[in-house]
Each structure stands twice: as C-alpha cells, then as structure tokens.
C-alpha cells in the first residue's frame, strides 16, 4: 500500500510538514502538560486537512483555533503537533494512503485504530500527554483499545465542536485520550467547564449480548475484568436486534454525511482505496430510509436512556478483538468493521458519554473495555474512571 514514509521516531503520528506547536494562553490545571490535536480540528496559522489531499487542496491556513484546541491552551498546556486522521474520519482502522498509517507503539505489527489514529499514537507513544479527537462511532475508543490508553467520548453536545470539520454531526463528539486517568479527568474538566464531582456510589450493568459480538478470547478476557469490577448485574442492550443497531448506524451515519459534505464530494475527490467504497455507499443511500431509523433511533435512545439514570453505569467490549494486523484484507475485516460498529454504535445512537479503559492485554495487545454513562453524566463517569483505574 502507497504511503508517505515519516520520522519513525515519531511513529508517523504527525501529518507531514513543520509541526504545529503553541504555546500556552494562560495558567492553570494543564500547566506543563502536552498535547496533540486531531488534524480536523482547526489550529491557528495551519491548514486542516482532513487526511485527504483533495480536502486538503481547497483549504486556506485556520484564522483561529477550534474551542477545544484553545480550551486546553488557557489551561497551560502546550500543543505539540498535528496528528493523522483517517481521510475526513470514515474508518475505524486508522489507515491513511495518503500520508502514512501511524505505528501503534504497543503492538507494531497492527493497526492503531481510527479514526483519531495520530492522536491515540502520540499518547500511547509518551509523545504529548493528552490527545484531541473526534468520536462519531467510536474514533477515539477504538484507537484508545488499540493503542491501551484510555479514551471519553461526552455527551452529545457538552463539549463544543467550533473550528471542527464536521462528519455526521447528530452523531459527531470531540474527544480525548491520556496514558494517566488523571490527566484524562484535568483534561475533561477543562473541556465541560464544571469541576470534578465525587461518587458515592454506583450500580455496574453487564451488557452480555454486547460481549457475544466480541471475539470468544477477548470477549472472555474482558468478562472478567468487567465482573472483578462488580458488573454482575446482566442487561440485553441490543434487545435481540444488534443488527438494527448497525444498519440504523450506516444508514443515518451516511446521510448525515451525503447532507455535510454534499459539496465536496460532488467535486470527484479521490480518496484511498478503502475509503473510496464507503463514501460510494454514502452516495448512493435512499434518503427516504432515513425516517424508518429515525423512529427508531428516537425509541432506543429513551430505552437506553431509562437503562442509565444517574449512578447506573453499563460495561461493554470497546472493540470485539484486540487491533487487527497492518493492512488486514480478508472476511474477518469486515466482520470486525461491523462488530465494532454495533458496539461503538451504543453510545453514539443516545448521545450517551463512554470512556475506555486500558484494562487487559491478549496475546501481549491491548484490550479495552467501555463504559457507558447516562446523558450528561460525564462528570460521574470521569470519578468512576478516577475510582477504578
């Protein structure tokens, strides 16, 4: 596969060009700390470019930084670089053609996952202390579960997507990653604007038929670590229909998506050969089947919401398997892609907030196990993460 060689002191993190740096904007939590940013949010003098040339090519220099990028400047942190995404952020695998596929540091030989794929590798690889990301349907968990950091995707809403380039915004979230816990939860707080909250106490659920769509070993492996948290309590989240949960995904996912970018990919861009099918698919979507999921999406998500009043929390696999091998192309690809999306898609249909957790390994990987918090509850799922981690 064709792709741009870069320093592999870096581990192909960082998109091509001089790195972006700024310096800090103020003083506070994140004195002295670091971070990378998305290359689909906005930094002030650099080109966002969205992982694909063409994207790229029609861009002028940001005027000004996204809000979060500023968020966490004013904070004290200093920004370190740009990172790879996934073109226009349509993949979960974190390959890019175009401009290289960043090394996952824990696991050379396999994917890092996307679509936050640079962020989640300068993290794990102790280059910047915390990266920004976007999460539509599991861009940050599934790099976090990749690269075995952790990774919040908010609640639909809290956190502000100024100077982002959107992607399906009824499902599109900022996000971040961090090697610590505690620099996940500062970062988090500078984000949300509210301050830390305490947890008394709390209920675990143990969604068992989102563990049968990991694979048997690491849905096993992440059974366990899920029960010694004190996830006894079994639910069925999918309600006997994960694939609903997929197909309402890739339906409303794509015409949000035909609807965003309607323009530009009227323009014939050329994208990689993996992404060039999925936009395809996007364009030939019927739009009238977007009502039926609609519907649909407006029941589950008061279902799922009624699941997880405050204190309730619910465990399941971030991804169904550790990271696939580098440039995998066979029928288990597909089937990870699809699994994955029906677990990633839990969240995303509610709106509801979700943090991986770096909690197990199998076979040397990295493992990640999610959990999932009521809407707006991102302050009492951040002390969970604080409690257990």
């Excluded at 976090?144 to 009824?170: D, I, K, N, T, Y």
């Excluded at 492996?221 to 999918?238: I, M, N, P």
């Excluded at 709106?351 to 999932?372: D, E, F, K, Q, R």
Aim: contains cysteine.
């Amino acid at each position: 596969m064709p792709a741009v060689r870069k320093n592999m002191n870096d581990f192909g993190a960082f998109v091509p060009g001089p790195r972006a740096r700024l310096a800090p904007l103020g003083s506070g939590p994140l004195d002295g700390l670091t971070f990378v940013a998305k290359d689909l949010l906005d930094v002030a003098g650099y080109v966002t470019g969205g992982g694909n040339p063409h994207w790229e090519s029609r861009q002028k220099p940001a005027m000004r930084s996204a809000q979060a990028v500023d968020c966490l400047l004013r904070a004290g942190a200093t920004l370190v670089g740009k990172t790879i995404t996934d073109e226009l952020a349509f993949s979960l695998e974190g390959e890019n053609e175009h401009y290289g596929t960043p090394t996952n540091p824990r696991a050379p030989d396999r994917l890092p996952g996307g679509s936050s794929s640079g962020s989640a590798v300068a993290v794990a690889a102790g280059l910047a202390d915390l990266g920004l990301g976007t999460d539509t349907g599991g861009s940050v968990r599934v790099p976090a579960s990749f690269c075995g950091v952790f990774g919040w995707r908010p609640s639909h809403g809290r956190v502000s997507l100024e100077g982002v380039v959107r992607f399906a915004p009824s499902y599109d979230t900022m996000g971040l990653l961090a090697r610590d816990a505690s620099h996940l939860r500062l970062g988090a707080q500078c984000l949300l604007g509210t301050p830390a909250v305490s947890l008394a106490q709390c209920r675990l659920l143990f969604a068992s038929d989102a563990f049968e769509l990991a694979e048997p070993e690491a849905a096993s492996v992440l059974a366990d670590a899920a029960k010694a948290l004190g996830a006894v309590e079994e639910v069925q989240v999918f309600a006997g229909r994960p694939g609903d949960f997929r197909d309402a995904y890739v339906t409303l996912q794509g015409l949000d998506i035909a609807r965003e970018h309607s323009d530009f990919l009227s323009s014939d861009p050329i994208f990689g050969s993996t992404i060039q099918p999925r936009f395809d698919s996007v364009r030939a979507l019927d739009p009238s089947a977007g009502a039926r999921w609609s519907a649909w999406r407006a029941e589950t998500t008061d279902r799922l919401r009624q699941l997880l009043p405050p204190g309730t929390f619910l465990l399941l696999p971030t991804a169904p398997s550790i990271a696939p091998l580098r440039f995998l192309r066979d029928e288990a690809a597909g089937r990870f892609y699809d699994a994955a999306l029906t677990l990633g898609s839990v969240a995303g249909h509610a709106g509801l907030p979700a943090v991986s957790l770096p909690i197990a390994t199998l076979h040397g990987c990295p493992l990640g196990l999610s959990i999932v918090a009521g809407p707006g509850e991102d302050e009492a799922l951040l002390a969970l993460v604080m409690k257990i981690a």
